[in-house]
């Protein structure tokens, strides 16, 4: 089973609210990733975290918060966002091995509307 | 640094050939390719470590050239399923560090 699930599959919200977007795999990964797409684009890199812990953070706006409280689960805690930052917001996990390289998994994104 | 994909676009029919290219101006430990469809997540297709290794996978296979930092893939005998943008994703350094994309390259394989 190589299924990385996230929700909701779509979210649209004003720039006053604050919401959440969950990713979820029961592969054993222990590397967790957040990226943001944009129509067209390559998805980009936002957020890794090893073994629970934030190892990157991309320069990523403090109006976006990641959290994983468990090896399973990844959050993305949404606050005070742009129109801009209306996208595609892909999840991905991997198996971690140090000094190596695996594949990642992308789960089938959030598409986020900001108002 | 984002590699560069070429080409941007490639319009094919049923049967021929294709290569995409992904070069980086920097040292790679890996290459990673994907193939997105409209409104879907990327969908793994395979990696090439540093050593110039090549792989396959049905009709697609991919090589890695260590001394030019450049990787292809190749789809032969292309199926209209295969379809999308095909992106390449780098690392510099090997375990967890997050892939950086190249732009994509759009492939449109008409019957």
């Known amino acids: 089973d190589t299924e990385v699930t996230q929700t909701p599959k779509h979210l649209v919200m004003g720039m006053t609210n604050k919401k959440s977007l969950k990713c979820e795999q029961h592969?054993?990964?222990?590397?967790m990733y957040w990226y943001k797409q944009k129509a067209k684009k390559p998805p980009e890199l936002m957020f890794v975290?090893?073994?629970?812990?934030?190892?990157i953070n991309e320069s990523v706006p403090s109006r976006f918060s990641p959290e994983c409280p468990n090896s399973s689960l990844l959050n993305l805690h949404l606050h005070a966002l742009q129109p801009e930052d209306s996208a595609l917001y892909l999840c991905?996990?991997?198996?971690?091995?140090?000094?190596?390289?695996?594949?990642?998994?992308f789960g089938p994104g959030t598409r986020l509307t900001v108002l | 640094q984002q590699p560069v994909q070429s080409p941007q676009a490639v319009i094919l029919r049923e049967g021929e050939d294709a290569v995409i290219n992904c070069s980086s101006s920097?040292?790679?430990?890996?290459v990673h390719w994907y193939r997105q469809k409209h409104g879907e997540a990327p969908v793994f297709l395979m990696i090439l470590l540093k050593g110039g290794e090549q792989k396959g996978h049905e009709k697609i296979s991919a090589s890695f050239n260590e001394k030019k930092q450049q990787s292809s893939l190749y789809l032969t005998a292309s199926q209209l399923s295969y379809s999308g943008t095909y992106f390449c994703g780098t690392e510099i350094g090997g375990g967890a560090d997050g892939l950086t994309f190249g732009k994509g390259t759009h492939l449109i394989i008409q019957p």
């Open positions: 991905a996990s991997s198996r971690h091995a140090t000094g190596s390289t695996d594949t990642q998994y």
């Open positions: 592969m054993g990964h222990r590397a």
């Open positions: 975290y090893s073994y629970e812990k934030l190892s």
């Open positions: 920097k040292a790679l430990y890996s």
